[in-house]
């Protein structure tokens, strides 16, 4: 039984930018933590262990910090807004111009409630284009991209690869030194490191830039595709229920979300059907 | 199909030629072995073959080389992509894409071949090479001998008619070596392909190539049939010394003409009781796993390893690519912690040990041995070692220079040979007096010199080394302990070990099978005590 073939990559962007319009749109903290949730259920589901799959935790981890950055700005600094003081902020005076702004001062439960809110929408739209960089190979969508700007895409594989070849070369060079019994310390230990990993990586890179150099690569301008990637019934299907959701995203975000799922069963019960008669 | 006429090849900023007037042609369908010691200009000529050198490095060429016709001297290396195919020395590092499939369609993709042949072409790979289960996997999750198949299977797509290998066995062990080979035979035999290869474990090699090109110390290059060549060349596999040894008339290159021509003496070796030496271990435990478990993520490499290791043993470690040999090796040095059990060496837990303590404890030498080296120059290298371990200076020094001598104290390590920076890395470590060395895959990139220096300079000390060369473990290690899956399923003296598993044993025990000597040393001690 061949495996169920992956979704088209520009599929997953076209979900993922969907899904942050609709939410910007709908403006509620109880759907986008709905939907975060459902697309983090999908990149568990949908993405290959591949050195982008961390693409989402990393995405996650930034929102939060833009969470909690939005909402010290906007404790401190803004207009004020009527309400509930929960303290007060010793304020620092501003010229006269720039009436209506303020440093500090008192800090009511509605604006803290406001910018909390501001923060996790944003922290939401950033989770869904990191779902959608885990679930998309960048090589895949390099090999869609046209020609003329093939160029700049073999800048970016090389880059890619190098990038988590680099993290397991820092990883094992510092454990060598560590073995000789180096300190592990410092910027003093840092140096040392750069020297090996510098030499590496840039071996590496004339390496892998002399095997495309040998496969023929940029000789011709012209370039085929083995197995063009097609928009199937299913990637169809996903994209109307996310334009409904950028339509009417109450009712439509969730199911948007989880949308990618419906994909799958589809084939599952060809096979349940195949397996039983 | 290849034509050298006079070429000479200079690297910028270089005063030495690294090739000098060579001249030499090659026919369709010939099996050619490039060899010669490390840094002798083996990989320069191969990649001057389809242009990488020099349009991709830079350097003067003098002379004219012709590939089927064509100069490389006007045309890039992406014209000859159809004509040439390339792997390089490290298949891991030229991966372009991260499927299997994608990578074979990759080179066909950028010179714009059709999709239906491109279709056709990638089944006929897969079958050719047997990748066909493996079409869809990521090429990180390969096996070594996996992957080397793969970076064969992208050359064959473009049907080349030249085949360039660079040392494609070094990294793999006897069993995958032997499969990557026998495909370069049959490709040769069956589609005429020309191959063109260099590989310093000539015992693998050796008895498949139709003709070799020498080159030597001083870029002198000869070619000839392997009979003329290794007759007298100082770089020659076990198999050819034992022919010298028993002053044969022409060297064997095979197990079979070496048995066939070898059958008087062992008619009347036969008769001799086995001479076997004991070397039973007679020191102190110095390193103990009890039930070790180690992994990463889910996965688990080590299940339950138990096992000690004498004062005074040398114990080489072997087993298939991937069979945790590696990580029984930085278990032991303390650079994994283990999920359960524990390892002590000399009654201690390495894990947490610092310093100099640790470094006069275990000097563990990694398969990159240029990671432990961040000096500028050889001599600040050995001066910041002997600081660290608190040893009088010039220590490292000197134990370089006894360990190998003639390294220039100014020299970059980075332009220092492998051979010359395992030496370095090794005299770093050992200043420290360590009790116990450990050396991942010590033999990687060096030629027999090289490695025979490396021999010298491991007797006498406790030694554990993980190694696929089989040839090192019969020629130094006293134990030999088998690795598969993450567990041991053979642990003994090497002279017991290796007999008994026919792919593990060196050619010198296969020629005189079913006498019990491993080496060629062996031989001759017991005719000349004998005869």
Redesign the interface.
């Known amino acids: 039984m061949p ?1 169920s073939t992956p979704l088209h990559p520009f599929l997953w962007w076209v979900w993922a930018t969907a899904l942050a319009i609709s939410t910007a749109k709908a403006n509620s903290v109880v759907l986008a933590l709905l939907t975060v949730t459902a697309t983090g259920f999908i990149v568990v589901l949908k993405a ?3 050195p982008w799959r961390g693409s989402f935790r990393w995405a996650l981890k930034f929102g939060a910090w833009v969470i909690i950055i939005r909402v010290i700005v906007g404790v401190l600094i803004g207009v004020p807004v009527p309400g509930r003081t929960l303290f007060v902020l010793p304020m620092i005076p501003l010229p006269s111009w720039m009436a209506g702004i303020r440093i500090g001062g008192a800090v009511t439960a509605e604006r803290l409630l406001a910018t909390a809110h501001e923060g996790i929408i944003l922290a939401a739209i950033i989770a869904f284009l990191g779902a959608a960089a885990s679930l998309t ?1 960048p ?2 969508m390099l ?1 869609l991209l046209p020609i003329m700007v093939y160029e700049i895409g073999v800048v970016v ?1 090389i880059a890619t ?1 190098l990038f988590p070849a680099l993290i397991t070369s820092i990883a ?2 510092r ?9 592990n310390r410092g910027i003093r230990s840092w140096r ?2 750069l ?2 990993l510098l ?2 990586s840039l071996a ?1 890179s004339l ?14 301008r ?7 990637e097609k928009w199937h019934t299913g990637e169809y299907a996903i994209t109307c229920i996310c334009i409904l959701s950028v339509a009417r995203p109450q009712y439509f975000l969730v199911l948007a979300a989880i949308g990618p799922l419906f994909s799958a069963p589809a084939r599952s019960v060809k096979t349940l059907r195949g397996a039983i008669g | 199909m290849i034509t050298f006429s006079k070429v000479s090849l200079i690297y910028p900023n270089s005063q030495n030629t690294v090739i000098e007037d060579l001249s030499f042609s090659v026919r369709e369908g010939e099996f050619v072995l490039v060899m010669g010691s490390t840094g002798s200009g083996k990989s320069s000529l191969l ?1 001057l073959i ?1 242009g ?1 050198v020099p ?2 490095t830079g350097g003067i060429l003098a002379g004219e080389i012709l590939v089927n016709g064509i100069s490389t001297q006007n045309i ?7 004509l ?1 195919g ?1 792997v ?1 020395q ?1 298949p891991l ?6 499927i299997v ?2 990578e074979l ?11 239906d042949v ?2 056709k072409r ?1 089944e006929e790979v897969l079958d050719l090479l047997s990748l066909s289960h493996l079409r ?1 996997r ?1 090429i990180a999750s390969l096996s070594g001998g996996e992957q080397q198949r793969v970076a064969i299977g ?1 050359a064959l797509v ?1 049907h080349p008619k030249i085949l360039v290998l660079d040392e494609p066995t070094s990294a793999l062990d006897p069993v995958a070596a032997e499969e990557v080979l026998s495909i370069l035979h049959r490709l040769v035999n069956d589609l005429a392909l020309t191959v063109i290869l260099a590989e310093h474990k000539l015992e693998r090699v050796i008895q498949f190539v139709d003709r070799i090109i020498h080159i030597d110390a001083d870029s002198e290059a000869r070619i000839g049939t392997p009979e003329e060549i290794l007759k007298d060349s100082l770089i020659a596999p076990p198999i050819v010394h034992l022919a010298r040894a028993l002053d044969l008339p022409v060297v064997g290159l095979s197990v079979r003409q070496m048995r066939r021509m070898t059958e008087p003496l062992r008619s009347r070796l036969s008769k001799l009781p086995d001479v076997i030496e004991d070397s039973s271990a007679s020191g102190s435990e110095l390193v103990v796993l009890n039930k070790l478990s180690c992994g990463y993520g889910s996965k688990e490499v080590l299940h339950n390893l138990s096992l000690t290791i004498f004062e005074g043993e040398i114990v080489a470690l072997m087993g298939r690519n991937g069979a945790g040999k590696s990580t029984a090796l ?1 278990s032991i ?3 994994i912690t283990p999920r359960h059990g524990s390892v002590t060496v000399s009654g201690r837990n390495p894990t947490n040990m ?6 006069q404890l ?1 000097g ?1 030498i ?1 398969q ?1 041995p ?5 000096g500028q120059s050889v001599e600040e290298e050995c001066s910041q070692a002997d600081n ?2 608190k040893v009088a200076p010039g220590t490292t020094q000197a134990l370089l220079a006894a360990l190998l001598p003639g390294i220039s104290p100014h020299t970059h390590p ?1 332009d220092l040979s492998e051979g010359q920076r395992l030496s370095l890395a090794l005299s ?2 050992l200043s ?1 007096q360590p009790e116990l060395l450990v050396l991942d895959e010590p033999t990687r990139g060096l030629d027999y010199t090289a490695k025979a220096s490396l021999v010298t300079q491991l007797r006498n000390r406790t030694v554990l080394l993980a190694t696929h060369d089989v040839e090192l473990v019969a020629e130094v290690a006293t134990r030999v302990i088998f690795i598969a899956d993450g567990e041991i399923i053979a642990d003994g003296p090497t002279l017991q070990i290796l007999l008994s598993s026919p792919a593990f044993a060196p050619q010198v025990a296969k020629v005189m099978a079913p006498a019990p000597w491993l080496t060629v040393k062996d031989v001759v001690n017991v005719i000349e005590a004998n005869l």
Not at chain 2, 354 to 359: L, M, Q, S, T, V
């Open positions: 495996m290959t262990p591949a190979s090589h895949r090999r594989v690869s094992r060079i454990q060598a030194q560590r073995m000789r019994g180096q300190n040392k490191m020297i090996p030499e590496e590496r390496e892998l830039a002399a095997a495309m150099d040998s496969r023929g690569y940029g000789f011709s012209k370039r085929s595709r083995y197995r063009p | 990649r389809n990488l349009h991709h890039k290396p992406g014209g000859l992509a159809h040439v390339i390089g490290n590092n030229g991966f372009v894409t991260d499939e994608d369609a990759f080179g066909m993709e950028t010179l714009n071949i059709s999709p491109m279709r990638v869809t990521s992208t473009m930085r040095v303390g650079a610092k310093g100099e303590n640790r470094a275990i563990f990694p990159e240029s990671d432990l080296l961040y660290d371990n980075r770093v470590v420290a």
